[in-house]
């Protein structure tokens, strides 16, 4: 059975400040997302990461994929307080239209 | 162009009773799943649907069950609710031209007194 773990699950950091959020998954599978949910809010997509290797950024955030050690990072730079928000990772099977695993989600407070 | 819609926004049921949700999903998208989302959890999958059929289930018990009609929009219903669903469901569409990318709805926030 597929499982998704994240840590850290609770992360307090400083505004201007770089830090990692970890994601590990249990079986084989060469796609993974990253999704931002705001308090009270739904899911918003920020990466989709598709083969070995993959490394996308957007603004302060940038993700990588490595499915030999099904291990993808989120990596934060220079954080600003609108990065607040809990951060999801989600695996799927690898098989097209597998159903899609979450992690227990990382919530990220960044402080002025 | 909209994006996933889903209703009701908010929805309050006693304990025994049944709801149905609903979801439209992103146009040109064919594939629509349902997840559960408990206050300070992550979702967990509770079904996908694609060609008006069930493709995938996750470990929900028979209590909850779906639909998707030609239009690709689809329903979810919970009969007997329990306390316990008391929960955020999102509905996620993707396919066509959305590839593997899912898009959420923006949720119906189910309250079981």
């Known amino acids: 059975e597929l499982k998704v773990e994240q840590n850290p699950l609770f992360l307090s950091m400083q505004e201007g400040k770089n830090y990692t959020i970890y994601c590990n998954y249990s079986?084989?599978?060469?796609?993974l997302y990253w999704y931002r949910q705001d308090p009270g809010k739904s899911l918003e997509s920020l990466f989709v990461?598709?083969?070995?290797?993959a490394v996308k950024q957007e603004g302060r955030l940038m993700a990588s994929l490595d499915t030999k050690a099904r291990l993808s990072t989120l990596h934060i730079t220079a954080a600003v307080h609108d990065l607040s928000a809990t951060y999801f990772c989600?695996?799927?099977?690898?098989?097209?239209?597998?159903?899609?695993?979450f992690g227990p989600g990382t919530s990220l407070s960044v402080i002025p | 162009d909209a994006g996933v819609t889903q209703s009701p926004t908010h929805l309050i049921k006693t304990r025994g009773q049944q709801v149905t949700l609903r979801c439209s999903p992103k146009?040109?998208?064919?594939?629509v799943s349902w997840y559960q989302q408990a206050l300070g959890q992550g979702p967990q999958f509770i079904f996908q649907?694609?060609?008006?059929?069930?493709?995938q289930r996750g470990n929900f018990p028979d209590r909850f069950s779906g639909h998707q009609f030609p239009n690709y929009s689809s329903e979810l219903n919970v009969n007997a609710l329990l306390l316990g669903d008391s929960a955020l469901y999102l509905c996620?569409?993707?396919?066509?031209?959305?590839?593997?990318?899912?898009?959420f709805g923006p949720g119906t926030r189910l309250l079981v007194l």
């Open positions: 996620a569409s993707s396919g066509g031209q959305g590839g593997e990318t899912q898009y």
């Open positions: 079986t084989t599978s060469d796609r």
């Open positions: 990461l598709l083969s070995n290797g």
């Open positions: 989600a695996v799927d099977g690898g098989t097209s239209y597998d159903k899609v695993i």
């Open positions: 146009s040109g998208h064919d594939t």
């Open positions: 649907y694609y060609e008006e059929e069930e493709r």
